[in-house]
């Protein structure tokens, strides 16, 4: 692409490119907590109504990978506007869908669309923003990033609370027609190549991995993994689909992506450490919304705006980073918000439900700001040393890696917060018999509790139950802090961030 470096309409180029990735971001969740709604609505099962997610989550996996392609193809403000606005008029199909099957497929299409909105809106600030301001923009992006599932969850309880789930959806519409017009006006257009060829055996490859990897995750809990035939031939396909789409990229003459990507140290060490934040960021807001709803007892629009806060931290760190990128070695900013995060989900895990608002704000502000300086210094070391050549492929392959990296994280915890929860059951209950002291005491707690009687069982049980579930969350957030080991690990192999010549930071 040319040089777009002093555009004239920089600052409305961004805002557009903001608003388009806030309305995708923010539909990665925001849907989460209207669920229930929706499942009540279409008369669907539980199993059923995850297919609302699962749809959209596999749609949008598929559909990153071309995107590098396509934007040189057809040009990438062509492809920009046509999937933003591809985007929203799928939004106003799902809110006026009439059945679980038109909801499903809406998704797919949402999905679709939605997938190159993150990739393009990348490859766009670090075009038309010089070298030397390359750590504002990609505080920018990163902001878009963040805060979309940061916010979901709190937009989508106040819009199911005081309006319809369909709401949820409705709310894209001037996202999207504000997006369009800005970037229809402001954004200049670069010369599509119609004769580009297009690998489809590698296209195909990959598709079907990441495919096969997102069909696994969410299914395996609930056909209990590997002893369900689907999971083991899922896993199969993913496997056999990433080996394949490997061997092809490395021997290939014209491959689907080009092997010089992941050559690049930087950007293949920054596209690990997004797999493993993106899995932390997600996986902390879906354990969060059920917690602070089934165990602390928060009604759902007060359970979404409980989490508010770790934006406010999020939109500091950001700004933070953005100033010291220039001044300070990016990879010290990194190791300090992952040793923050690692210190957040730490006292994240000695939670119980009766912590105060104010103890759980103070945390979670802290593990926002945490996140900001992670992620934007990580955005702009991965793209250092990245040519200009390579960045459309690069980007899509950061959002591939940040939406599996998003479905691992929360079908993992998801996992082991199930499994630990019937651990736990049984290791309390064992140590419960008709014999104990309480039980024993003749009064009022005793005769309420006496297993002997059904009333008392299913008491019993759900005590039993909810202290098996706190301490299960407790351990999956222990889990989660030991995730900021690998990409500390990884900050020993970038490249140092270096600052242009003072020359060529006065011409930009």
């Not at 031939?233 to 056999?240: D, H, I, K, Q, W």
């Not at 490395?250 to 293949?268: H, I, M, Q, V, Y």
């Amino acid at each position: 692409m040319s040089d777009l470096t002093h555009l004239p309409h920089r600052g409305l180029i961004t805002a557009s490119a903001m608003l388009a990735m806030l309305m995708q971001t923010l539909d990665s969740t925001i849907a989460n907590v209207a669920l229930p709604y929706m499942q009540g609505s279409m008369s669907a099962s539980a199993d059923e109504i995850t297919w609302v997610l699962t749809s959209y989550v596999i749609a949008a996996a598929i559909m990153t990978a071309p995107v590098g392609w396509m934007a040189v193809r057809f040009g990438r403000k062509k492809l920009f506007i046509v999937c933003i606005a591809g985007f929203t008029i799928a939004s106003m199909m799902c809110g006026a869908a009439q059945s679980l099957e038109q909801l499903v497929a809406f998704r797919l299409l949402q999905g679709m669309c939605g997938a190159a909105i993150a990739p393009l809106s990348q490859a766009t600030m670090l075009d038309i923003y010089p070298f030397s301001r390359r750590a504002q923009a990609m505080a920018l992006f990163s902001m878009g990033v963040t805060m979309g599932p940061i916010m979901g969850p709190t937009l989508g309880g106040y819009l199911t609370d005081m309006y319809s789930w369909r709401w949820v959806f409705y709310v894209n519409l001037p996202f999207g027609i504000l997006a369009i017009t800005g970037l229809a006006l402001f954004m200049p257009s670069a010369p599509a190549r119609p004769h580009l060829k297009f690998s489809w055996y590698g296209f195909a490859m990959l598709a079907l991995g990441a495919g096969a990897l997102q069909m696994m995750l969410d299914r395996g809990q609930t056909l209990d993994w590997f002893a369900s035939r689907e999971i083991i031939v899922e896993a199969t396909l993913a496997g056999l689909g990433f080996y394949l789409f490997m061997v092809h990229m490395f021997t290939a003459d014209k491959p689907f992506l080009s092997p010089g990507l992941f050559k690049d140290r930087n950007f293949s060490a920054g596209m690990v450490m997004v797999f493993f934040v993106s899995s932390v960021m997600l996986a902390t807001a879906a354990l969060l919304a059920p917690y602070l709803q089934n165990l602390a007892g928060y009604p759902v629009y007060t359970a979404g705006w409980a989490m508010a806060p770790r934006g406010l931290g999020t939109i500091a760190s950001m700004w933070l980073a953005s100033r010291l990128g220039m001044k300070v070695d990016q990879r010290k900013i990194m190791a300090v918000g992952l040793l923050i995060l690692g210190w957040a989900l730490y006292v994240m895990s000695t939670w119980t439900p009766d912590i105060t608002e104010r103890e759980m704000w103070v945390v979670m502000i802290v593990q926002g700001f945490s996140i900001g300086l992670v992620f934007n210094p990580m955005t702009v070391m991965a793209y250092t040393t990245l040519s200009a050549q390579l960045r459309g492929e690069g980007t899509a392959m950061q959002s591939l890696a940040r939406n599996i990296g998003s479905a691992i994280g929360i079908s993992v915890t998801s996992f082991t917060l199930t499994r630990s929860t019937q651990a736990m059951h049984a290791d309390i209950a064992a140590n419960i018999t008709p014999f104990d002291r309480v039980l024993q005491g003749g009064g009022a707690v005793s005769h309420m509790l006496n297993p002997g009687t059904p009333h008392g069982a299913a008491l019993l049980n759900q005590m039993i139950t909810q202290q098996a579930q706190i301490v299960a969350y407790n351990n999956d957030f222990r889990m989660m802090t030991l995730t900021v080991l690998p990409p500390l690990a990884l900050l020993l192999l970038m490249r140092r961030h270096a600052r242009p010549a003072a020359a060529a930071v006065a011409g930009d």
